[in-house]
């Protein structure tokens, strides 16, 4: 069909599936990272930082389904992405911060529906003129916890870029058939590592809250 591609899952995947319809609507296999931004920011510019991510990562357009118990991963060929902003500037300034990791738990507390894409989302808090604070969830299905400290790297690399006219240094895409990729996965454990991953993760502070 026009417009998306189906693949095997790997085996981790598979018992991800099993374990979401075991248990419809939890939000356990979520993983929320939360980046402080001190500084002017163009949200602009951030979401379309996002949008590029969407276009670069296979996974950020992909969602699953189960058929006659064989789970099958679809890969959309395009995914338009929004970045919500919620401003807490009114707040007292030393309520703000709490305020900011409440709404960060609040948003990766929300359970995903796996059928539906795409299988992450994330927010902008605005603390300040010159305050921010980016949150990112996604579902474990797609990533793991290494995957999304180089999905921040990318994502201050190609804001730079967009933002600041700075090119983006960003590792190259070892590309290969969603197929091939879905049958070597089948013989590994990871349900996902980002393409093109061939760094660790930067110094740049980074919190986890769930």
Do not use: C
Request: no cysteine; glycine share 8%; net charge neutral.
């Amino acid at each position: 069909m026009s417009g998306r591609h189906i693949f095997p899952v790997s085996f981790a995947q598979q018992r991800l599936l099993f374990l979401d319809q075991f248990e419809p609507g939890t939000s356990a296999y979520n993983l929320t990272r939360v980046i402080r931004v001190v500084g002017p920011l163009d949200s602009r510019a951030l979401t379309q930082t996002l949008n590029r991510l969407v276009i670069r990562h296979a996974s950020l357009r992909t969602r699953f389904v189960v058929e006659a118990d064989d789970g099958y991963q679809i890969v959309d060929d395009s995914v338009e992405f929004q970045l919500p902003v919620m401003d807490i500037s009114q707040f007292p300034q030393p309520d703000r911060e709490g305020e900011a990791l409440r709404l960060a738990k609040e948003l990766g507390h929300k359970s995903f529906d796996l059928t539906l894409g795409p299988l992450f989302r994330s927010l902008l808090i605005r603390l300040g003129s010159a305050d921010h604070v980016l949150v990112l969830v996604m579902h474990h299905i797609i990533t793991d916890g290494w995957s999304m400290s180089i999905l921040f790297d990318e994502i201050g690399e190609i804001y730079a870029e967009l933002a600041h006219g700075k090119p983006a240094k960003l590792p190259e895409y070892r590309a290969e058939s969603g197929r091939r990729f879905g049958a070597r996965r089948r013989r590994t454990l990871p349900a996902f590592v980002w393409i093109g991953a061939s760094t660790g993760p930067s110094s740049a502070a980074r919190q986890s809250i769930v």
